[in-house]
């Protein structure tokens, strides 16, 4: 075989053949980090012992909120020298409104007007006038969609009685624990010397690893965007989705503010009232988490107007020029504290641009903010709960399995033949490893919020 | 208090002999009056009333954007309890670019809108007219408000109501009838005649008392039975109204 040519070394096929690459046995990690949500509601959660264990098919839980008797007014009209009102059904199914008691005086928007319930019937209450006139309570009560609500009782001055008794019961709220599964199966073939490594071995051992580190990373996104849902799967029947953070603020109460347009200072201001005003009192600031787009909009369009020569640290004048940015803003008693989530900012995931002008950052998830309020739930009677609980069902959280094949079969003996010592439970060439969790969170909601792009 | 007593009367059962006064006893028959199902003291009812069934409205609202510039905020709140939510109260807004007209405007409103309809939260149809939008009720959740409008004109075409008296509402608060068994119909309605009076509990009771106690008798008809619906209306009405006759009221053992 022919040993000289006429072509230089980088054309030689042959020479090129055998020319060598580089050594990169390290495999840089590109993740960037996951998980930062499920290891806050882990903090959350360790002083009441890290997670509810549960038994049953969905977690319930009882809730109660402040009770007001009120209503929305359908009609009015006077009769005699009362003023009738027909009062809007509540409720699912809706139910005539049978809350209102006799002694009762309520009031409309107009607290200059009140009456007084003089008798009730499903549906309608009948009032007196008290420090008012039958004419002004008309006006004040008898508008369609006008909400009537009790202020207090008001007994006479002599021989007063008891009133007619009133419950109150809790609602009771539910959510799903949720069965999440993954699988790491390798041929013992596939486990072979490569050119990458993982800690110094086999790459096939890292897929272990992997496997776990990308079911937490599933697990984060669904604490966050999981919808509540039980149905019957074409895919293995009766399934359970566990209603996730977003789910919980939306359908438990939370403020929740899609928009198609660029936030204003106007309407984020609001927002954040509205989420404080939902609690009487707060512990802590409410936290938001938000991507970075959402960051950037708030301190280039918000912020900035406070800070404009704002001291040393933001001068020239000064040491050093740090720039803005500002992680806590408080406006008319709220106070809020900053934080990245960092999981909105994975464009790799959520890759969606959005259509809404006037944002310097195009990628519509980044714009999610959801303002969650950690501080401890109050149990009626006494004892606190924590503000996103980790719940589970069964004896435990998480499990994980590893099935030995026969590719952990082990070198045969005349020993081991004989006793069956080298055990294995499947003849497949494989080894295999099964993580499951059967788990979620549960979220009150209520006094959390949420603003996100719907375009 | 005592848990309420519920009676339903199918269509054929209402009609205007399924009242009776007699002897001072009001009585509730069924089976066209041949069978007396329910029997209190007259001179121990202290009150009656009357919900008639009524359907529901839809509510209907148009809204109409005015002064649309580069930063005009167009918004109104969305008062609904759709679905088995709570009433909540919620803003639509949207904040016009130098590019909007009053068309884009309530393109976005109602991007906005869908979005909202998407988590279940509101449940409304919408109506697409260019320079105004069309909000209104549904079959499922009629009713609903709309307040507080910024940047447009608020029209309110109908106020709306929820149904009362539907058989599947009934249903679906658990009425049954305590002693037959019978239930209200889907599709038909029913008007409720609610007797409140006062009777023995019967032995037992806290430390075996069986002094006087409130009850509550609720009576439901159903108002698809036609001329016979009409009667018994009529005699509940004068029941109320006192018009029911002497001798009916006062019986022989009054």
């Not at chain 1, 301190?299 to 992680?327: C, H, P, W």
């Amino acid at each position: 075989m022919a040993q000289n040519s006429p072509l230089n070394v980088a054309d030689n096929l042959t020479v090129r053949s055998l020319s060598d690459r580089n050594d990169f046995r390290n495999v840089y990690d590109l993740s960037g980090g996951y998980n930062k949500f499920g290891m806050i509601v882990n903090i959350l959660n360790m002083p009441f012992g890290g997670g509810k264990q549960f038994d049953t098919d969905k977690y319930e839980k009882s809730v109660m909120g402040r009770g007001h008797v009120i209503a929305q007014v359908a009609s009015g009209a006077p009769s005699g020298n009362t003023l009738v009102l027909a009062l809007q059904p509540q409720g699912t199914p809706p139910a005539p409104v049978d809350t209102f008691r006799v002694g009762d005086v309520v009031v409309a928007a107009d607290h200059s007007v009140s009456g007084k319930v003089i008798a009730t019937t499903p549906g309608s209450i009948t009032l007196e006038a008290t420090e008012s006139t039958l004419a002004a309570m008309n006006t004040a009560f008898s508008t369609a969609g006008t909400y009537v609500k009790v202020l207090g009782d008001s007994s006479p001055n002599f021989y007063s009685d008891g009133k007619s008794p009133l419950y109150e019961f809790p609602e009771l709220i539910y959510n799903y624990s949720a069965v999440k599964r993954d699988t790491y199966l390798a041929s013992r073939r596939e486990n072979i010397k490569s050119r990458i490594y993982y800690k110094d071995k086999f790459w096939g051992d890292a897929q272990l690893d992997l496997m776990v580190q990308r079911f937490l990373r599933q697990m984060e996104k669904q604490m966050l965007f999981s919808n509540q849902a039980q149905w019957t799967s074409q895919v293995g029947g009766l399934s359970d989705m566990n209603g996730g953070v977003r789910w919980s603020i939306i359908n438990r109460g939370g403020e929740y503010l899609p928009l198609a347009s660029a936030l204003t200072q106007a309407q984020f201001d609001n927002f954040l009232a509205n989420v404080w005003s939902r609690k009487a009192s707060r512990t802590t600031p409410i936290t938001l988490f938000m991507g970075r787009g959402m960051m950037q909009h708030i301190q280039r369009n918000f912020t900035d107007g406070y800070i404009l020569n704002a001291g040393s640290m933001n001068t020239f004048g000064g040491s050093e020029v740090k720039g803005v940015d500002v992680r806590k803003y408080t406006i008319a008693g709220v106070e809020v504290a900053m934080v990245e989530l960092p999981v909105l900012n994975d464009t790799e995931f959520f890759p969606e641009l959005t259509s809404v002008s006037g944002l310097s950052n195009p990628y519509r998830q980044q714009h999610t903010c959801f303002a969650l309020d950690l501080d401890p739930i109050e149990v009626k009677g006494g004892g606190l709960a924590p503000a996103i609980e980790k719940i589970f069902r069964g004896p435990s959280e998480f499990y994980c399995g590893y099935i030995k094949g026969m590719a952990d079969a082990g070198v045969p003996t005349v020993d081991n033949f004989a006793d069956y010592s080298v055990d294995i439970v499947s003849s497949v060439d494989a080894h295999r490893c099964d993580i499951m969790a059967d788990n979620g969170i549960d979220m009150i909601g209520k006094f959390s919020g949420l603003i996100e792009l719907v375009a | 208090m005592n848990k309420d007593i519920n009676i339903v009367l199918p269509a054929a059962d209402t009609l205007a002999n399924a009242v009776q006064v007699v002897d001072g006893l009001l009585g509730v028959y069924k089976n066209a009056g041949a069978d007396r199902v329910f029997t209190l003291p007259w001179k121990k009812l202290s009150k009656v009333s009357i919900t008639l069934p009524a359907a529901a409205v839809e509510s209907d609202y148009k809204f109409t954007p005015t002064g649309v510039a580069d930063g005009s905020v167009h918004s109104f709140y969305i008062t609904q309890g759709a679905g088995d939510n709570s009433v909540q109260t919620i803003q639509v807004s949207y904040t016009a670019n130098a590019s909007d007209t009053v068309a884009t405007v309530c393109d976005q409103l109602i991007v906005i809108i869908n979005a909202l309809e998407s988590t279940g939260l509101i449940d409304v149809d919408l109506t697409d007219n260019a320079t105004d939008i069309d909000i209104d009720g549904t079959a499922t959740n009629p009713f609903f408000s709309i307040s507080g409008a910024q940047g447009g004109t608020l029209a309110v075409t109908a106020a709306g109501s929820e149904a009362v008296g539907e058989g599947a509402d009934l249903l679906a608060r658990g009425i049954v009838d305590a002693f037959d068994g019978d239930l209200p119909l889907v599709a038909d309605t029913y008007a409720e005649y609610r007797f409140e009076f006062m009777a023995p509990k019967g032995h037992g009771g806290i430390n075996g008392q069986t002094s006087d106690q409130e009850h509550v008798l609720l009576i439901y008809a159903d108002s698809t039975a036609g001329a016979g619906y009409t009667a018994l209306d009529a005699v509940i009405d004068s029941l109320i109204d006192g018009s029911y006759t002497t001798a009916e009221l006062l019986g022989s053992n009054v």
